[in-house]
């Protein structure tokens, strides 16, 4: 471990007690109508299209792609819903029947979207027009530890800049995935269940940073487990981590969890922030703007957090 995690264990411990929060105003897009709700008024708001004006399902998950688009996984069919920033809706797909458990998406760095289905134990790759281009795993088949080409329950994606996909591979199994931009298995990144150093409890989402190492929301133990580009433990980081995770260009990483109701702001596996949310932060995403917008599965709702000052 590094010589500062104590001050991170200080700093962790006073995110969890409540002492270190700063202020911020969140426009909530809820499940009947979309309203902007701050921490002493609440008004309505339209900046975004809900088809039906209903989400009609889970919000499982949303993703930025820096580029203009938001995007919303939703459980009930159509499970993609693509907006503008403005909230202007531009398109649907993912009829009923795709996915039984749509878990979450994630934008590359070519603007491709991959998705899990944690239920039917695939990921799929689409453009941002809604083509299928790539499909992993077997649908409707379990692996364990060892298997190569099926998953069990993957739940997260993350994809290099040399187009590697790292599998966050976590409600069945304990373990990060990697294969080549083309889909051809790579290696496997711990595969062990536990909480010693290098032993992953339920993985719930995966980053690469700057450096080439990956950081992985090992979220039962409550850290973020760090490994090097081959697949060596390196430390862990002491936040609570059963949601999202995102990587800025800076290195500046995000993390949310749905029990603590938050998102942290880390930088070199110290807290730098964290951001109270009214809600169960699943699906995370932060656009290139600074925007960060968290998705609640539970409350069917979408929360876009703009930090003042």
Same mark, same amino acid.
């Given at each position: 471990?590094?010589?500062?995690?104590?001050?991170?264990?200080?700093?962790?411990?006073?995110?969890?007690?409540?002492?270190?929060?700063?202020?911020?105003?969140?426009?909530?897009?809820?499940?009947?109508?979309?309203?902007?709700?701050?921490?002493?008024?609440?008004?309505?708001?339209?900046?975004?299209?809900?088809?039906? !004006?209903?989400?009609?399902?889970?919000?499982?998950?949303?993703?930025?792609?820096?580029?203009?688009?938001?995007? %919303?996984?939703?459980?009930?069919? $159509?499970?993609?819903?693509?907006?503008?920033?403005? =909230?202007?809706?531009?398109?649907?797909? =993912?009829?009923?029947? @795709?996915?039984?458990?749509?878990?979450?998406?994630?934008?590359?760095?070519?603007?491709?979207? +991959?998705?899990?289905?944690?239920?039917?134990?695939?990921?799929?790759?689409?453009?941002?027009?809604?083509?299928?281009?790539?499909?992993?795993?077997?649908?409707?088949?379990?692996?364990? /530890?060892?298997?190569?080409?099926?998953?069990?329950?993957?739940?997260?994606?993350? %994809?290099?800049?040399?187009?590697?996909?790292?599998?966050?591979?976590?409600?069945? /199994?304990?373990?990060?995935? &990697? #294969?080549?931009?083309?889909?051809?298995?790579?290696?496997?990144?711990? =595969?062990?269940?536990?909480?010693?150093?290098?032993? @992953?409890?339920?993985?719930?989402?995966?980053?690469?940073?700057?450096? !080439?190492?990956?950081? &992985? /929301?090992?979220?039962?133990?409550?850290?973020?487990?760090?490994?090097?580009?081959?697949?060596?433990?390196?430390?862990? +980081?002491? #936040?609570?981590?059963?949601? =999202?995770? &995102?990587?800025?260009?800076?290195?500046?990483?995000?993390?949310?969890?749905?029990?603590?109701?938050?998102? /942290? %702001?880390?930088?070199?596996?110290?807290?730098?922030? *964290?951001? $109270?949310?009214?809600?169960?932060?699943?699906?995370?995403?932060?656009?290139?703007?600074?925007?960060?917008? &968290? *998705?609640?599965?539970?409350?069917?709702?979408?929360?876009?957090?703009?930090?003042?000052?």
């Amino acid at each position: 471990m590094r010589h500062s995690m104590p001050l991170a264990r200080v700093l962790a411990w006073l995110f969890i007690t409540g002492l270190f929060m700063v202020p911020v105003q969140a426009q909530v897009i809820t499940r009947a109508t979309a309203q902007v709700q701050t921490q002493t008024t609440m008004t309505t708001s339209d900046w975004v299209d809900i088809p039906g !004006g209903d989400w009609h399902g889970s919000t499982s998950w949303v993703a930025a792609d820096g580029k203009g688009h938001i995007l %919303v996984m939703v459980r009930s069919a $159509p499970h993609f819903r693509l907006f503008s920033r403005d =909230g202007t809706l531009l398109r649907t797909w =993912g009829e009923e029947g @795709l996915y039984r458990n749509a878990h979450s998406v994630t934008f590359d760095q070519a603007g491709n979207i +991959w998705a899990t289905d944690a239920a039917r134990h695939v990921i799929d790759k689409y453009s941002i027009e809604g083509e299928l281009l790539m499909s992993l795993g077997q649908l409707d088949e379990a692996g364990d /530890n060892q298997s190569r080409r099926v998953f069990n329950q993957p739940n997260h994606v993350a %994809v290099a800049g040399n187009g590697d996909i790292y599998v966050s591979d976590g409600y069945g /199994n304990a373990r990060i995935v &990697v #294969f080549n931009s083309a889909g051809v298995f790579q290696r496997i990144i711990s =595969g062990e269940q536990g909480m010693a150093d290098g032993q @992953l409890a339920l993985p719930h989402g995966v980053a690469i940073d700057s450096r !080439g190492r990956i950081l &992985v /929301n090992d979220s039962d133990n409550k850290r973020i487990s760090v490994f090097d580009a081959a697949g060596n433990f390196l430390e862990a +980081w002491p #936040f609570p981590s059963r949601g =999202g995770i &995102v990587v800025m260009p800076d290195d500046t990483v995000y993390v949310s969890d749905v029990n603590a109701g938050a998102v /942290n %702001v880390i930088r070199e596996g110290e807290l730098i922030e *964290s951001i $109270p949310v009214d809600a169960r932060p699943h699906g995370l995403a932060v656009d290139s703007d600074g925007t960060i917008y &968290v *998705s609640d599965a539970r409350g069917q709702l979408v929360l876009r957090i703009n930090r003042q000052g």
